[in-house]
C-alpha cells in the first residue's frame, strides 16, 4: 500500500510539472521554462515530451542544452522519437546522437531507414561513427547489441602508477569498479578492482593483482542469458569478449535492468495475446491488428470446438433438443474465450502503462478514446469473421430451417460485437477503478475481468439469440 500511495504522489508531482511547462509554453516565457527544465531529471522531462504537441516538442527542445536533449531524445518512447526524428534536422540529431553513449546513440539509430542513417553517420566525427557502426553490427538482443564499447584496460606488464595515471586520463562519464587486464594482442586476461590500485604500492606490477576468476561473457550471448548471469552472480559489471577473446566492451546492471524490464513486458504481453511494441504506437489499426494476430487462432479452435459439441447433438440422440438450441449452446465457448480474450488485452495494456507510471497511461480520457477505436476495430473483425464461422458450420444443417439458422448467424455476429466492446470495457475501467480506490490494478487484469466478462458475454449471446431466433 506504502510503495502504491509513493507512486500516486510521484505522479502527481508529475502532473504538476506538465501544468507549470504548459503555462509557461503559453506565456512564451522561455528563460522561465529554461530554468525550469534544468533543475528537472531527463526522465521526467521526456514523459512531459511525450505529451505535448510537436510545437511544444520544438519549443522544449530550443530552451534546454545539448546534452541534455539528448538524453530526452533517448528516453521518449518510440512513437514520440518517431515524431521527432521528423522535427529535428538532420544536423541537429547528428550533433544530439555525438552527446549519447555510443550504445544508446546505436539504439536510437536503429529505428530509422538505413538510408536517414547513413546520413546521420556520415555527419559524425570519423572515430564515433566507426564505434556506433560496429555495434550496429551486432544482433539487438545480444550482448554485443547491448554492451558499452568504452572501456578502461591496461597491459599485464603495467604498474599500479601507470594502470591510475590512465584512469585519471580517461574520459568516461560512467562510474566503473575494476580496471580490465589484457595481453599485447588485446585478448582478456582478468580484471583488478579499484581498491587494490589504491591500497598496493605504486610499483606493484598489474599482473600480480588479477583476478583469473574474472566471469566474462561473448558478445552474441543472448541479452536474456546476460540478465540471468548478472542475477545468479549478483554483479555490477562484466567484461564482454569476441569470438578471439578480444576485450570489446562491458555491460552494467543499469543495463541489465533494461533488458529485465523489457523481457518482462514482452512476457506479460505475450500472455495477454498482444505485442509489446503496441504501447510505442499510436495508430488504432495497427494496434487493431496486433491484437487480432493473436485473437485468429483462438477463433480457430474455438470454431472446432463448436463442431465437436454439434456433433454430439446427434451421438447422444437428442431429437427432442432443438437443433438451433444446440447450434447456439456451441457457439458459447466461443463468444466467452475471443470476449475475454480481447478484454484481458485491454487490461494488460492499460495495467503495464499505469504500473511504469507513463503519463499517457494515467490520462484515463486518452487511454479511454485510443482503446474505444481499437475496441471498434477489433469488435467488428470479430463480428464478421465469427459470423463467418457460424455460418460454415451450420450451413449444412440450414435445409428446412433456413431462415431459423440465418437469425442464429445474426445474433451470434452481433452478440460478438457486443460481447467485446463490454469484456474491453471493463478490461478499461477496473484497473483505474482499482487504482482510484488504492488497490494494486494488477488484480483487475486476470480472474475478475476474464469471470465477469464470460457471464456478461453469454447473458448478452443467449438473449440475443432468443430475440432473433425465436
Not at 60 to 70: L, N, R
Not at 90 to 98: A, G, Y
Not at 122 to 127: A, H, L, R, S, W
Request: net charge negative; charged share 25%; with cysteine.
Amino acid at each position: 500500500m506504502s510503495a502504491l500511495i509513493m507512486s500516486i504522489s510521484m505522479e502527481d508531482e508529475q502532473k504538476n510539472l506538465l501544468q507549470q511547462i504548459q503555462r509557461l509554453l503559453e506565456s512564451e516565457d522561455m528563460p522561465a521554462l529554461r530554468e525550469l527544465l534544468s533543475d528537472q531529471r531527463n526522465s521526467d522531462i521526456a514523459e512531459i515530451v511525450e505529451l505535448v504537441d510537436n510545437e511544444q516538442r520544438r519549443a522544449i527542445f530550443d530552451v534546454m542544452d545539448k546534452p541534455m536533449s539528448a538524453e530526452v531524445l533517448e528516453k521518449v518512447d518510440e512513437a514520440t522519437r518517431d515524431a521527432l526524428f521528423d522535427l529535428l534536422g538532420s544536423e541537429e540529431l547528428s550533433n544530439l546522437l555525438l552527446h549519447l553513449d555510443p550504445d544508446d546513440a546505436a539504439d536510437v539509430l536503429s529505428e530509422l531507414p538505413e538510408e536517414k542513417r547513413e546520413v546521420l553517420l556520415d555527419k559524425m566525427p570519423p572515430v564515433e561513427s566507426a564505434q556506433i557502426r560496429k555495434l550496429m553490427g551486432y544482433l539487438e538482443d545480444s550482448a554485443g547489441g547491448i554492451m558499452d564499447p568504452i572501456v578502461i584496460s591496461v597491459q599485464e606488464e603495467a604498474t599500479v602508477a601507470e594502470a591510475v595515471n590512465k584512469i585519471r586520463a580517461a574520459e568516461i562519464d560512467e562510474d566503473f569498479y575494476s580496471v580490465y587486464v589484457v595481453n599485447k594482442a588485446g585478448q582478456f586476461l582478468g580484471d583488478v578492482r579499484v581498491r587494490l590500485l589504491l591500497t598496493r604500492p605504486e610499483n606493484t606490477k598489474i599482473r600480480d593483482l588479477i583476478d583469473p576468476d574474472t566471469i566474462y561473457i561473448h558478445v552474441d550471448t543472448d541479452q536474456e542469458e546476460v540478465r540471468n548471469i548478472f542475477s545468479k552472480n549478483d554483479l555490477i559489471v562484466v567484461p564482454v569478449l569476441d569470438k578471439n577473446h578480444r576485450l570489446v566492451g562491458r555491460i552494467t546492471a543499469d543495463r541489465v535492468i533494461e533488458v529485465a524490464e523489457e523481457e518482462a513486458a514482452e512476457d506479460l504481453y505475450t500472455m495477454a495475446g498482444t505485442d509489446p511494441d503496441e504501447l510505442e504506437k499510436f495508430s488504432a489499426f495497427h494496434a487493431a491488428r496486433v491484437r487480432m494476430t493473436w485473437l485468429l487462432p483462438c477463433l480457430i479452435g474455438t470454431g472446432i470446438t463448436a463442431l465437436v459439441l454439434m456433433f454430439f447433438h446427434q451421438t447422444f440422440n437428442l431429437e427432442g433438443l432443438s437443433l438451433v438450441y444446440t447450434a447456439a449452446i456451441a457457439f458459447v465457448p466461443m463468444i466467452a474465450a475471443i470476449s475475454g480474450n480481447a478484454g484481458l488485452q485491454t487490461s494488460a495494456i492499460v495495467v503495464s502503462g499505469l504500473a511504469t507510471g507513463h503519463l499517457a497511461a494515467l490520462k484515463f480520457s486518452q487511454v479511454f478514446t485510443r482503446e474505444v477505436r481499437i475496441a471498434l476495430l477489433v469488435a467488428l473483425s470479430c463480428g464478421v469473421l465469427g459470423g463467418v464461422v457460424c455460418a460454415f458450420l451450420v450451413h449444412t444443417k440450414a435445409t428446412e430451417r433456413t431462415i431459423e439458422y440465418g437469425q442464429l448467424i445474426f445474433a451470434f455476429g452481433m452478440a460478438m460485437f457486443s460481447a467485446i466492446m463490454v469484456a474491453t470495457t471493463l478490461g478499461l475501467f477496473l484497473p483505474f477503478f482499482f487504482r482510484k480506490i488504492g488497490i494494486d490494478p494488477a488484480i483487475s487484469s486476470g480472474p475478475l475481468v476474464t469471470t465477469a466478462n464470460d457471464s456478461i458475454s453469454v447473458a448478452i449471446y443467449m438473449s440475443l439469440t432468443l430475440l432473433l431466433a425465436s
